[in-house]
């Protein structure tokens, strides 16, 4: 695991979105599951849709900062934006993102 000490502003910024937005995610597909299988929840699934839909605009603006400061190629880019509407990947995107994006800022800093 990367020291967070060592990461800079923006990928920091990225992992802790990263987390708000795939964890929300899950909760957005709990309640998705309630309200189409057991007919319960609508009004808590369309509040906790809106919370996502502003937390991945809030990550989207992570991610984009990340892009101008950091340079990533065009996949991870297409990764890091489809971590946000994939249950799961958020998870794993970042992990690896973060690995790639910290050895590069880090050898850039050198």
Known sequence: MTDMKSLPTSLKLYRYMSF???V???IFCVFIILRHGFGVGAKA???VAQIHGLLYMIYLATVLNVWL???PT???IVGMI???FVPFLAFFVEHATIASLAATASANDK
């Open 24 to 26: 929300m995610l899950l």
């Open 82 to 84: 489809c971590a946000g």
């Open 74 to 76: 065009f996949g991870k």
């Open 69 to 71: 400061k950091l340079r």
């Open 45 to 47: 699934e369309m509040v």
């Open 20 to 22: 708000a937005v795939g």
